[in-house]
């Protein structure tokens, strides 16, 4: 199933930036979509942007849309998750997920269809 590690988590002031990294380990990015994922304290675990990067195929929770961008480096192994113009509403634990079989397709946001996750970073967006 392979091994994901986040980092890139941190405080930031409404408004700033952070740049997430999701590195993976024995998972062929090829074959695979990769989604992050944040929870919010007392919330459910919500999609926030797939990748199928064989493909380039993207898709993003409609609170995102235009701030924030997903991308792999496959040399790297690794999907980053660039956030701009962060809100506190945007304050949760980020996960990233991977799976080989729905491919970012319609149901890509359901964290069920997911066996592979990493540890979760952190991000919280305050003043």
């Known amino acids: 199933q392979g091994r994901l590690v986040e980092s890139g988590g941190g405080l930031v002031q409404p408004g700033g930036s952070l740049r997430l990294s999701c590195a993976a380990s024995g998972l062929n990015l090829d074959y695979a979509g990769v989604t992050w994922f944040r929870q919010a304290p007392g919330k459910e675990r919500e999609g926030v942007s797939c990748?199928?990067?064989?493909?380039?195929?993207?898709r993003y929770v409609d609170s995102v849309k235009g701030r924030f961008t997903i991308s792999t480096d496959n040399a790297k192994k690794t999907v980053y998750l660039q956030m701009n113009n962060l809100q506190p509403e945007d304050t949760g634990t980020y996960f990233c997920?991977?799976?080989?079989?729905?491919?970012?397709?319609?149901?890509?946001?359901?964290?069920?269809?997911?066996?592979?996750w990493g540890q979760g970073t952190p991000v919280t967006v305050s003043i």
């Open positions: 997920a991977a799976e080989t079989t729905g491919l970012c397709g319609s149901n890509w946001y359901l964290s069920r269809i997911y066996p592979t």
């Open positions: 990748i199928r990067p064989r493909v380039n195929r993207l």
